[in-house]
């Protein structure tokens, strides 16, 4: 995806990169993270081996877009993630429309390009991704759970993916 987003502040980055690492929990994909940098100037996620897919031959097709599907899935998920985890936790409102119109096209665009899918299948993959987000991050018992966390993020810069796990358990998200 090349969509880029912009950050106002270090607080709002700490914010997006913890609600990409708890969409990456929420979908078991955690374990694919090796670690997260707040400090990052390409991805601040980075991802195991094993979240990339092989072209070997001894890779099935159907093994490789099954691969591309879910990795499709992960990253559309964290990137609505990281708008609403800043919009709605750190500053109590809903995304802005033009924001969240601008993620939809990059979705769209990456799902009909790179995964071969429909029109309709990305808009009710973006529905579903959006949904379950929408409960994580508009739910105002989490609320202070993400902003630990997002705490956490900004006092450590840098976390293992082993770190993340341990204290995605301990703040039980």
């Excluded at 700490?14 to 400090?39: E, N, R, Y």
């Excluded at 119109?101 to 029109?119: A, F, H, M, N, R």
């Amino acid at each position: 995806m090349a969509l880029t987003l912009n950050y106002s502040n270090e607080d709002d980055r700490a914010f997006g990169l913890a609600g990409m690492t708890i969409s990456l929990a929420s979908l078991d994909a955690i374990d694919k993270v090796v670690g997260i940098s707040l400090d990052a100037d390409g991805p601040m996620v980075t991802f195991s081996q094993e979240y990339y897919y092989s072209l070997s031959p001894a890779v099935s097709p159907k093994m490789v877009w099954e691969n591309l599907i879910r990795n499709f899935h992960l990253t559309a998920s964290m990137v609505v993630a990281n708008v609403l985890a800043r919009s709605l936790v750190r500053l109590g409102e809903e995304a802005p429309k033009e924001v969240m119109d601008k993620v939809y096209s990059e979705i769209e665009q990456e799902g009909l390009e790179t995964c071969g899918l429909e029109k309709d299948e990305v808009e009710s993959f973006y529905n579903r991704i959006f949904m379950q987000n929408r409960r994580i991050f508009g739910n105002p018992r989490l609320r202070p759970a993400i902003s630990e966390l997002a705490s956490m993020i900004s006092r450590k810069r840098n976390m293992s993916g082993l770190e993340i796990r341990d204290e995605l358990n301990y703040l039980q998200l």
